[in-house]
C-alpha cells in the first residue's frame, strides 16, 4: 500500500512539472510582449525597457521559467498587471465562489448519476431504462450554456424562484449565497450526469453478470440485496475512473458557466485574464487548474484502493 | 421419501433464433442423506438442471413439469418463496471458484452473509460462526483469518470458502457443479473428500454434477448419465459402471482418460465419439444420439426411446442397448 502511494506521488510531481514545462512553453511562443501591451502602443522605449527589466523579460526563458517554478513553489505566484494585486489575492477571492460550485456540481451529478445507472441497469430494457437512456442522450447531446440559459428562463424569468446571475457572497448568508449557486451548479452537473448514468448502467449490467453475484443470488439473497451488497460496488470502479476524468471537464465548463451566470469565480477571471493579455495571471491559473485536476486523479487511485482490495496489496497466505 | 423429485422436467431458452430445448423431460428421485451424481459432457443439460432446481435459470427459460423439493413444488414458488429456500435449504457449490466469490468482500463476510441474511443474526454472531464454518472445511484460525480477501487465497482454498458459504445454514441439499473443473489435481481429491467428509453421515443430499466418470464413481452411490437434454442412462452407481448399457455411455468410458484404472487396462487409447450433439432448436423426433450412436437401427428414428428397466434400480433409455458386463 505504502508503495503504491509512493508511486502515485511520484507520477503526480512528475505530471506536474511536465504540465508547467507545457504552460511556460505555450506562453513563450504566444505572439506579443506582455510589455508593450500594458504600455500601449505609444510608449518610449526606454520606458518598455524600464518594465521589461522589471518583469524580468530581459532574462533568458529558462532563467524565467525557473523562476516562476521556484515561485509557485514557495507560493509567491507573482502580481497582475490589470488588477494591481498578486495573483494569490485573485484566486483566494474567487475560489470561494468556484470551489462550493465545482463540489455542489459534483455532487449533483453523482446523486443523480450513480441511482439511475443503477435502476436503469436493474430494469434493463424496461420502461425506466428507456427513459433513463432517452433523457441521457439528450443531456450528453445538450451544451451546458443552453441548459443554463433555459434553466435561467424558467427559474429567474419565468417563476422567478432563484436569481439570474451575479453571486450574493457568504457574507450575505449561507442560504443566499447557495441560492446563486444553485441554477450554475444544476446547468454544470446535468451533462456530467448524463455521461455518468451511462457509465454506471454499463458497468452494473457487465457486474450483474458475474458469478459472485450469482453467488449472492444462490445464498438467497433477493435480487435487490446482491445488486447493492454485490453488483453496485465492483460496478463503481469504472464510475469512479469516470469522476476523475469528468473533472476537468467540470473546470473547463466553469469558464462558460461563470460567464453566463456572471459569477466572479476562477472560470470568469481566467477569461477575462486571457482577454486583457493578463499573462502571469493565465499562466499561475492554468497551472493551478492542472494541479487540481492531477490532484483530483490522485485522489481517485486512492480510492480504487478503497474500492478494490486487490490494489492495496497485501499477499498469499502460504 | 424423496428430498428431491424432479418430474418430466422440460427447459426451453426462448432465443432469437427461436425457443431452444435444454431439457427433455428429465425425472429423478433424491432422498435425504444420498448422493446422486449427474454426468455428460459440455451442453448436456447438467448445469441446466442444477440452475433449475436453484430457481437461477437465465430469465429467457420456460420451464415445464414438476421440481419436488420437501413436498413443495418450486416451479409453483415464487420469487420470495424461492429466496427463503436458497442457501438455506439447498445450496449450491460452483465451478469456479476464482470468479465465484466476490473480489471486494472479505471471505468472513462472505461466509457469514447467509447467516445473516436468513436467521437474522448479528455481525458478531455470524462471524463467529463463520469462522467455525472456515475450519470445517478445512481453513483454520489464525492462518486463515476472515479478514482475507479472495484474491489472498489459492484456488482449492477459495473452493473451500465456497463450501462453507454452501454448508452455512446446514441444508438438506448440497448442489456441487462441477466443484473441481477448475482446479488443479491434488486440490481436485482434497475438495472431493471434503465434499464426501461433510456430506457424510449427515441428512444432507449431494447432487454432483460432473462431466468426469471417474468423480462419479468414487462420490456417489446413485449415477444418472444425461446427453443432449435427456437422460440416457440411470442407476447405483456400481451397477451401471459394471453393465453399462447405453451406447452413449460406453462411449463416455471409453473416452475418460486416467483415474478408471481399476476398470480400464493401461495403455488403451482413448476414444472419441464422432458426430455433433444435436442443436437444441431443431432436436431429431428419434432418440437424441441416433445421428453420432454405433448401433443405431431403423426404428430409432420415430420416435424417442422410452426408458426401460434392465433389472431393478437401473434403467435405460435405449432401444438396443449392451447387454451384459462392460468389457474392460
Known amino acids: ?318 | 421419501m424423496s428430498l428431491l423429485s424432479l418430474q418430466d422436467l422440460t427447459v426451453t431458452l426462448d432465443t432469437p433464433e427461436g425457443p431452444a430445448t435444454v431439457l427433455d423431460r428429465v425425472s429423478f428421485d433424491l432422498a435425504p442423506g444420498e448422493s446422486l451424481g449427474i454426468v455428460g459432457e459440455s451442453g448436456c443439460g447438467k448445469s441446466m438442471t442444477a440452475l433449475a432446481v436453484m430457481g437461477l435459470l437465465p430469465a429467457a427459460a420456460r420451464c415445464r413439469g414438476r421440481i419436488d423439493f420437501e413436498d413443495q413444488d418450486l416451479l409453483t414458488l415464487d420469487e420470495r418463496a424461492l429466496c427463503a429456500l436458497r442457501g438455506r435449504r439447498i445450496a449450491m457449490v460452483f465451478q469456479e471458484p476464482m470468479t465465484a466469490l466476490n473480489p471486494v468482500k472479505t471471505i468472513g463476510f462472505q461466509v457469514a452473509e447467509g447467516l445473516r441474511w436468513h436467521f437474522g443474526l448479528g455481525r458478531g454472531e455470524a462471524e463467529a460462526r463463520a469462522l467455525k464454518l472456515l475450519d470445517r472445511v478445512g481453513l483454520p484460525q489464525p492462518r486463515f483469518s476472515p479478514d482475507l480477501y479472495p484474491h489472498q487465497l489459492s484456488g482449492g482454498q477459495r473452493q473451500r470458502v465456497v463450501i462453507a458459504m454452501a454448508l452455512a445454514c446446514d441444508p438438506a441439499l448440497l448442489i456441487a457443479d462441477e466443484p473441481t473443473t477448475a482446479l488443479d489435481v491434488t486440490s481436485q481429491a482434497e475438495i472431493l473428500a471434503l465434499i464426501a467428509e461433510v456430506t457424510a453421515g449427515s441428512k444432507m443430499a449431494l447432487m454432483l454434477i460432473t462431466h468426469d466418470l471417474a468423480v462419479v464413481w468414487q462420490n456417489t452411490a446413485a449415477m444418472l448419465v444425461m446427453y443432449a437434454g435427456t437422460v440416457a442412462e440411470r442407476g447405483a452407481t456400481a451397477e451401471v459402471f459394471a453393465r453399462m448399457a447405453h451406447p452413449y455411455t460406453r462411449g463416455l468410458l471409453a473416452a475418460s482418460p486416467g483415474a478408471l484404472e481399476d476398470i480400464l487396462p493401461a495403455g488403451r487409447r482413448l476414444a472419441t465419439i464422432p458426430g455433433q450433439v444435436p442443436d437444441p432448436h431443431d432436436r431429431p423426433q428419434g432418440c437424441v444420439f441416433a445421428g453420432r450412436c454405433p448401433r443405431v437401427a431403423d426404428d430409432c428414428l420415430p420416435c424417442p426411446p422410452g426408458e426401460r428397466l434392465l433389472v431393478p434400480g437401473h434403467a435405460v433409455a435405449c432401444l438396443h442397448p449392451h447387454e451384459g458386463e462392460t468389457p474392460s
Open chain 1, 1 to 318: 500500500m505504502a508503495l503504491f502511494l509512493l508511486q502515485r506521488l511520484g507520477t503526480l510531481l512528475i505530471t506536474l512539472l511536465v504540465a508547467s514545462l507545457l504552460v511556460f512553453l505555450v506562453m513563450e511562443v504566444l505572439p506579443g510582449d506582455p510589455a508593450a501591451i500594458i504600455l500601449g502602443v505609444n510608449a518610449r522605449a526606454d520606458t518598455l525597457a524600464a518594465l521589461r527589466a522589471e518583469m524580468g523579460l530581459d532574462r533568458p526563458a529558462w532563467e524565467r521559467y525557473l523562476l516562476w517554478l521556484g515561485g509557485l513553489v514557495t507560493g509567491d505566484l507573482g502580481r497582475s498587471y490589470t488588477y494591481g494585486v498578486t495573483v494569490w489575492e485573485l484566486v483566494a477571492e474567487r475560489i470561494g465562489l468556484s470551489l462550493p460550485l465545482a463540489l455542489m456540481a459534483i455532487v449533483l451529478s453523482t446523486v443523480l448519476a450513480i441511482p439511475l445507472g443503477v435502476l436503469a441497469a436493474a430494469r434493463r430494457n424496461k420502461a425506466a431504462d428507456v427513459g433513463v437512456m432517452g433523457f441521457t442522450q439528450l443531456g450528453i447531446a445538450i451544451p451546458n450554456f443552453w441548459f443554463a440559459i433555459l434553466l435561467i428562463l424558467l427559474f429567474a424569468v419565468h417563476w422567478q424562484v432563484l436569481p439570474a446571475g451575479g453571486f450574493a457572497g457568504w457574507d450575505a448568508g449561507f442560504w443566499p449565497a447557495l441560492k446563486t449557486l444553485l441554477l450554475p451548479a444544476v446547468a454544470l452537473a446535468l451533462p456530467q450526469a448524463a455521461i455518468l448514468a451511462r457509465v454506471t448502467r454499463s458497468s452494473v449490467l457487465e457486474t450483474l453478470g458475474e458469478d459472485y453475484v450469482r453467488t449472492a443470488r444462490a445464498k438467497g439473497l433477493s435480487r435487490r440485496a446482491a445488486l447493492w451488497h454485490h453488483a453496485v460496488r465492483n460496478a463503481l470502479i469504472p464510475v469512479v475512473t469516470i469522476m476523475g476524468l469528468q473533472f476537468s471537464f467540470l473546470l473547463a465548463g466553469t469558464i462558460i458557466i461563470e460567464n453566463v451566470f456572471y459569477l466572479p469565480g476562477l472560470g470568469r477571471l481566467i477569461f477575462q485574464a486571457i482577454a486583457q493579455r493578463d499573462l502571469i495571471v493565465v499562466k499561475d491559473l492554468v497551472i493551478l487548474l492542472a494541479a487540481s485536476v492531477v490532484v483530483v486523479n490522485f485522489l481517485v487511485d486512492l480510492l480504487y484502493a478503497v474500492l478494490d482490495p486487490r490494489l492495496r496489496g497485501g499477499g498469499h497466505v502460504l
